[in-house]
């Protein structure tokens, strides 16, 4: 059972920045490993995410360009660090780890394993 924490989360205002972590408690440079958030109201919805094997990156179109995701293998930590962040950012973002075999495309929810409790972020306008 892998146990993910996510931290950073916060109230700032339109325009600044905010880095999220999520803390695995294992190894987790195999697992593919994803960002998503929910608004009040909506379905949890795909931000980004980062293959583990070669890298690759993939990213929503609400965010691209001012997000980015990273992993710091040996902290077995995931960074999401967002720029330009405006009102509609607002959602609680959950980490999410997809532990191989892989289950699906990375912009899916089905497609992980194991998700954190998530942390708020609050933009205000």
């Known amino acids: 059972q892998v146990q993910l924490v996510e931290s950073g989360g916060g109230l700032v205002q339109a325009g600044g920045s905010l880095t999220l972590s999520c803390a695995a408690s294992?190894?987790?440079?195999?697992?593919?490993m994803g960002w998503f958030r929910q608004a009040p109201g909506k379905e949890r919805e795909f931000v980004a995410a980062m293959r583990w094997n070669d890298g690759r990156t993939y990213y929503a179109d609400s965010v691209k360009g001012r997000f980015t995701i990273s992993r710091d293998n040996a902290e077995d930590t995931v960074y999401l660090i967002m720029t330009s962040l405006k009102p509609r950012d607002t959602a609680v973002y959950y980490c999410?780890?997809?532990?191989?075999?892989?289950?699906?495309?990375?912009?899916?929810?089905?497609?992980?394993?194991?998700w954190g409790q998530g942390t708020q972020v609050t933009v205000s306008s």
């Open positions: 294992e190894r987790t440079f195999t697992y593919n």
């Open positions: 999410a780890a997809d532990v191989p075999p892989p289950l699906g495309p990375l912009d899916r929810p089905h497609s992980y394993d194991y």
